[in-house]
């Protein structure tokens, strides 16, 4: 498989690189008054700004022949028609056929309906009682235990749509194994009136676990041996979760061609379903099978996901950028940028080729993000004045929340105003402290109002942006090998902080503080 980073295609971008570092956004506006009108997308209910990129006319052209001789399109296809385009393990990547995109394999999708029929008739058995506590009366809570795609998903999907739909049961996320989380998510709840969802593909992720283990425990106290109808596990390891002593009637599956960050669209969107009720839970996957199809038909010149993967390719590998903004000026997107990271930098975080080769160039830079107004007192003065690129998308909504349209007007002004700040700076440099550069790269997307077929449409929208750039770069973005060699190395080191082995030389005096500070004997 040969290097992106040999074609003459790259290359090219390669030459064309110099100009575009030396020239200025207010020049490039400039020198072409329909830049705004012409280097925007109308989708309907999504608008895709991206005037603010660093490119000329020819490097945009070069860039959409980059995505056309790498193929994209075809890979998209090939995706969703059930390949194994995650070639590293020959797995296919079919998270799309779980939002309704068909596939070439019917199975696949009577697998499919099977779990939604059963998903969705255990959903309104619990939300209308039929589906009671051990003691015949009605859930009042649900907590799911997950770690990584598993918790982020649900947790995204509950924060951002809970002052826009009615929260049918008190819905909670417990996915760290600090102590810490287990308490705020089980904290003055009533576990005989609590259902617990545990999600791992695996059954054996290792917080996951932990955190299940204890729920259980207190299950038992509480209510004895009628403990497992207080729980449900979503796992591809279906004997586990058994042996565990959840019922075979209360394991949902999720299979190996659906990994964890790629997950909400399948059972792991449990939680966001209890909490809404089912009907939101499937407007979240139509938005995102909307999304599929801009994806799968759009020209390259015209399809916002290849077009987002393309400008950061060209940031990272031709301007010099070393980080992405995500910036939703909408307080109900406050966890986007954490759900960003996962999908992004652990499906694009690799530094060789599906074909094991080590790749040349950067791959996927460093995502972060908060929301607007409040990231502008937080990191922005860092982008207007410091000393490195950094490209960022700003994410606004349309429709004023309430009766704020006033408050709505200044939010949005906000937004418009940051980003050409950040594109044109401030050129008077008579006091140079208040100099700022301008010239950050900013893409500027609108979508009409956040409601769960929206936030489903943006969720996919990153999706195939992540795997448009894995494509183009020719990495695989579904295995991570990365987390994995973490989970290793804690099973080694797990013992030494339980006294059940010596530590090695280069953590003895680090155990010695260690279990000092902890009430232990050196």
């Known amino acids: ?26 020049e490039l506006f400039e020198n072409d008054p329909a830049r705004a009108e012409r280097m925007a997308i109308d989708l309907g209910d999504i608008f895709f700004d991206y005037s603010r990129q660093r490119m000329n006319a020819e490097v945009m052209s070069t860039l959409v022949d980059l995505a056309t001789d790498q193929d994209v399109p075809g890979f998209f296809n090939r995706m969703v028609a059930g390949e194994p385009v995650n070639a590293v393990e020959n797995r296919a990547a079919l998270h799309t056929a779980c939002r309704g995109t068909p596939c070439a394999y019917p199975a696949i999708h009577e697998h499919i ?9 255990f959903v309104e058995g619990i939300l209308s009682g ?19 795609g598993s918790e982020l998903g649900p947790l995204l999907t509950l924060d951002a ?41 695996s059954f054996t992720t290792l917080e996951t676990a932990m955190n299940a283990t204890r729920a259980k425990a207190e299950m ?44 909400i669209w399948s059972a792991v969107g449990l939680p966001m379903a209890l909490a809404f009720g089912w009907d939101a839970f499937a407007e979240l996957r139509e938005g995102a099978r909307e999304m599929d199809q801009h994806a799968l038909t759009a020209p390259v010149a015209e399809n916002v996901p290849i077009l987002m993967a393309l400008f950061t390719i060209w940031n990272t590998n031709f301007l010099n950028a070393r980080a992405e903004a995500c910036v939703p000026y909408d307080t109900r997107m406050q966890l986007f ?38 990231a502008q007192h937080a990191f922005f003065q860092q982008l207007h004045q410091g000393t490195d690129l950094v490209a960022l998308d700003f994410l606004v909504f349309a429709t004023p929340v309430g009766n704020g349209q006033n408050m709505h007007n200044v939010l949005t002004a906000n937004a418009i105003a940051q980003a050409d700040a950040m594109a044109f700076g401030r050129s008077d440099r ?54 994995q060699l973490g989970k290793d190395l804690t099973g080694d080191l797990e013992p030494v902080f339980a006294g059940g082995a010596p530590a090695p030389e280069r953590l003895q005096r680090f155990v010695a503080a260690f279990n000092r500070m902890r009430g232990g004997i050196e």
Request: a negative charge.
């Open 1 to 26: 498989m040969a290097l992106v980073s040999d074609s003459q295609i790259w290359h090219k971008l390669s030459a064309l690189a110099p100009n575009s570092r030396s020239e200025h956004l207010s």
């Open 113 to 121: 309906e099977a779990c939604d029929a059963q998903l969705k008739s």
């Open 130 to 148: 039929t589906i009671t506590t051990s003691s015949g009366k009605p859930f009042r809570n649900v907590i799911s235990v997950g770690v990584g």
């Open 161 to 201: 749509l809970s002052d826009r739909l009615p929260q049918l049961l008190t819905v909670g996320v417990c996915g760290n194994v600090d102590g810490t989380a287990y308490d705020r998510a089980f904290s003055n709840l009533d576990m005989a009136e609590t259902l617990i969802i545990v999600t791992s593909k």
């Open 220 to 263: 038992q106290e509480v209510i004895g041996a009628e403990w497992a109808s207080h729980f449900v596990a979503i796992t591809a390891n279906a004997a586990a979760a058994q042996e565990f002593g959840i019922a075979n009637d209360r394991v949902f599956p999720i299979w190996d061609w659906v990994g964890g960050r790629y997950s």
């Open 337 to 374: 940028s954490d759900y960003l990271k996962q999908l992004e930098m652990e499906s694009n975080g690799k530094r060789v080729t599906t074909a094991g080769v080590e790749v040349p160039y950067r791959t996927q830079p460093i995502v972060f993000g908060g929301i607007g107004s409040d």
């Open 430 to 483: 008579s006091n140079m402290h208040r100099y700022a550069s301008g010239n950050q790269p900013s893409s500027i997307l609108i979508y009409k109002d956040l409601d769960a077929r929206m936030l489903g449409k943006l969720i996919a929208l990153y999706e195939h942006k992540t795997v448009a750039a894995a494509c183009i770069l020719g990495i695989n973005p579904f295995d991570q090998w990365g987390v």
